[in-house]
């Protein structure tokens, strides 16, 4: 996107009423690595694409518990994700210590999105490069917004942002109608399908994808790596460009090493009913 | 002309006694769940004890509003540290957390008494006790309140304390096991309610130790 003359700064605006800077933003949430939430009538879940830098360096944390109730996953520049997320926890601790209850859900986006909408109207600053999944429970039910670098949120069944999102997104939108009722087990499955669509190729294992979880009577926490690795053997989900090489493996194997060539997803066992024959 | 003085005060006592006993693996805290005002009694089941960490529990007699502000105000500081360490506050940690937060209120204090108990890292139980502007003590055993000019120089007969000021310093926990600390903090809440009108109803012992939290009650006299 090309340089304009409208672009200089968020408080211009362009001959056809776009606030080029709030768009540039955007741009930088779908650089990021890819982050996927879904959610049924009782829990929500949130999945993300961990990219090291190089080999000896640590994952970017992009998973950030909130409260109890809430946890957010984030895409773009993880910098200002961690700064958003600093200001949700802080407004959660002080509006339980003012009225001993957990701040519902759809206020604390709301506060988010004018926060950043703030940053759209001021010269002096520029908007956050961040877009967020927030993943909650409230008395109201399970809930999964997406808060954007523009001011603006959206409540979702699911969704995925951040880079090679797309193909998770076609995954979860031929799968949706069936999230509500969801088990919580099917819906963590459905997460890691949805992950492993986004890595394109890429081996999925508990190395490069994390996963949290919020439901009823379930305070929001990041799964540990052995438990995603042996969600993800359990699923069998494997590398779908793996040809079927070696004896296919029928059975769903506990202990079956992920890179196992299991043909492609309609050989193998899996519990679902294996979704990805593009 | 003599200088009129308030007739009205921010502050009232609501009573009570806490007692807090270190041992080498473990800390009991208690302290009587009578709320009073004036010669009155308010409620005869009122907790005066507040787990503020996994391994800090505080203990406080007083003005009970103050005390109910001092409990959140350490609750979200303890969220906070969480957030910002991904683990829970040390014992010796909510100690020095405490005594500021008492002294920033120095010229209007919170008028709570306080002990606080748990495990320090090590797993040995620590007690701290304050004063109500945050002048704080590592012990081996403390009480506070309405009934602590009974109940202290008992504790001192029956756990005598190493002096603090031995060099080498001496550990001042107590070689007494947890059930025999246990039974002596209900001896000693069951003298206090004799003497002290402010003290009775029931005592509620919370014990912290390597396997987790325990509570127990004891009935006291309700007179």
């Given at each position: 996107?090309?340089?304009?003359?409208?672009?200089?700064?968020?408080?211009?605006?362009?001959?056809?009423?776009?606030?080029?800077?709030?768009?540039?933003?955007?741009?930088?949430?779908?650089?990021?690595?890819?982050?996927?939430?879904?959610?049924?009538?009782?829990?929500?879940?949130?999945?993300?694409?961990?990219?090291?830098?190089?080999?000896?360096?640590?994952?970017?944390?992009?998973?950030?518990?909130?409260?109890?109730?809430?946890?957010?996953?984030?895409?773009?520049?993880?910098?200002?994700?961690?700064?958003?997320?600093?200001?949700?926890?802080?407004?959660?601790?002080?509006?339980?210590?003012?009225?001993?209850?957990?701040?519902?859900?759809?206020?604390?986006?709301?506060?988010?999105?004018?926060?950043?909408?703030?940053?759209?109207?001021?010269?002096?600053?520029?908007?956050?490069?961040?877009?967020?999944?927030?993943?909650?429970l409230d008395e109201s039910g399970a809930h999964l917004y997406y808060n954007c670098p523009s001011g603006n949120?959206?409540?979702?069944?699911?969704?995925?942002?951040?880079?090679?999102?797309?193909?998770?997104?076609?995954?979860?939108?031929?799968?949706?109608?069936?999230?509500?009722?969801?088990?919580?087990?099917?819906?963590?499955?459905?997460?890691?399908?949805?992950?492993?669509?986004?890595?394109?190729?890429?081996?999925?294992?508990?190395?490069?994808?994390?996963?949290?979880?919020?439901?009823?009577?379930?305070?929001?926490?990041?799964?540990?790596?052995?438990?995603?690795?042996?969600?993800?053997?359990?699923?069998?989900?494997?590398?779908?460009?793996?040809?079927?090489?070696?004896?296919?493996?029928?059975?769903?194997?506990?202990?079956?090493?992920?890179?196992?060539?299991?043909?492609?997803?309609?050989?193998?066992?899996?519990?679902?009913?294996?979704p990805m024959e593009i | 002309m003599t200088k009129q003085h308030a007739n009205w005060s921010p502050y009232d006592?609501?009573?009570?006694?806490?007692?807090?006993?270190?041992?080498?693996?473990?800390?009991?805290?208690?302290?009587?769940?009578?709320?009073?005002?004036?010669?009155?009694?308010?409620?005869?089941?009122?907790?005066?004890?507040?787990?503020?960490?996994?391994?800090?529990?505080?203990?406080?007699?007083?003005?009970?509003?103050?005390?109910?502000?001092?409990?959140?105000?350490?609750?979200?500081?303890?969220?906070?540290?969480?957030?910002?360490?991904?683990?829970?506050?040390?014992?010796?940690?909510?100690?020095?957390?405490?005594?500021?937060?008492?002294?920033?209120?120095?010229?209007?204090?919170?008028?709570?008494?306080?002990?606080?108990?748990?495990?320090?890292?090590?797993?040995?139980?620590?007690?701290?006790?304050?004063?109500?502007?945050?002048?704080?003590?590592?012990?081996?055993?403390?009480?506070?309140?309405?009934?602590?000019?009974?109940?202290?120089?008992?504790?001192?007969?029956?756990?005598?304390?190493?002096?603090?000021?031995?060099?080498?310093?001496?550990?001042?926990?107590?070689?007494?096991?947890?059930?025999?600390?246990?039974?002596?903090?209900k001896t000693v809440f069951a003298s206090a309610t004799e003497r002290d009108i402010y003290t009775g109803d029931?005592?509620?012992?919370?014990?912290?130790?390597?396997?987790?939290?325990?509570?127990?009650?004891?009935?006291?006299?309700?007179?």
């Amino acid at each position: 996107m090309f340089r304009n003359q409208y672009d200089t700064d968020v408080t211009t605006w362009s001959p056809a009423g776009r606030l080029f800077q709030v768009e540039y933003a955007m741009e930088a949430v779908k650089q990021g690595s890819a982050a996927i939430g879904l959610r049924s009538k009782t829990h929500v879940v949130l999945a993300c694409v961990n990219k090291a830098n190089s080999e000896l360096s640590s994952h970017q944390k992009k998973i950030f518990k909130v409260d109890n109730h809430i946890g957010v996953a984030i895409a773009g520049l993880t910098a200002d994700g961690r700064v958003l997320s600093r200001y949700m926890r802080s407004e959660c601790i002080n509006y339980n210590y003012t009225y001993e209850s957990p701040l519902p859900v759809g206020r604390l986006v709301v506060q988010l999105a004018d926060k950043a909408q703030v940053c759209t109207q001021r010269s002096w600053k520029r908007p956050y490069g961040v877009g967020l999944l927030v993943a909650g429970l409230d008395e109201s039910g399970a809930h999964l917004y997406y808060n954007c670098p523009s001011g603006n949120y959206f409540e979702y069944q699911a969704f995925a942002i951040g880079s090679r999102s797309q193909a998770a997104k076609t995954y979860l939108e031929r799968r949706f109608d069936n999230f509500m009722g969801s088990s919580r087990e099917d819906l963590i499955k459905d997460a890691l399908i949805a992950t492993r669509e986004s890595l394109q190729g890429e081996k999925l294992s508990s190395s490069v994808c994390t996963i949290a979880v919020v439901g009823v009577g379930e305070p929001f926490h990041i799964l540990d790596q052995e438990t995603v690795q042996q969600l993800i053997n359990t699923f069998e989900i494997v590398r779908e460009e793996e040809p079927p090489a070696e004896e296919p493996q029928p059975a769903p194997e506990q202990d079956a090493p992920t890179d196992q060539a299991s043909g492609s997803g309609a050989a193998a066992g899996d519990q679902g009913g294996s979704p990805m024959e593009i | 002309m003599t200088k009129q003085h308030a007739n009205w005060s921010p502050y009232d006592n609501n009573g009570g006694s806490c007692v807090a006993i270190a041992g080498a693996d473990y800390c009991v805290i208690a302290a009587d769940t009578r709320m009073s005002t004036g010669y009155n009694i308010l409620t005869r089941d009122y907790s005066k004890i507040s787990q503020l960490a996994d391994k800090s529990v505080m203990a406080s007699s007083g003005f009970q509003a103050d005390v109910k502000a001092l409990q959140k105000v350490l609750s979200a500081r303890h969220l906070i540290y969480q957030h910002q360490h991904n683990k829970q506050m040390s014992c010796p940690a909510m100690a020095q957390l405490l005594s500021n937060t008492l002294y920033y209120k120095r010229f209007f204090p919170y008028y709570a008494f306080n002990v606080l108990g748990g495990l320090d890292s090590e797993g040995k139980g620590c007690v701290f006790t304050y004063d109500a502007v945050g002048s704080y003590e590592r012990v081996g055993y403390s009480s506070q309140g309405s009934g602590s000019t009974l109940i202290m120089p008992f504790l001192d007969n029956q756990l005598k304390s190493p002096s603090p000021l031995l060099l080498p310093a001496k550990d001042a926990v107590t070689p007494l096991s947890e059930a025999e600390a246990v039974d002596l903090v209900k001896t000693v809440f069951a003298s206090a309610t004799e003497r002290d009108i402010y003290t009775g109803d029931k005592v509620e012992i919370v014990i912290l130790n390597a396997s987790g939290i325990r509570r127990e009650y004891m009935d006291l006299r309700k007179d």
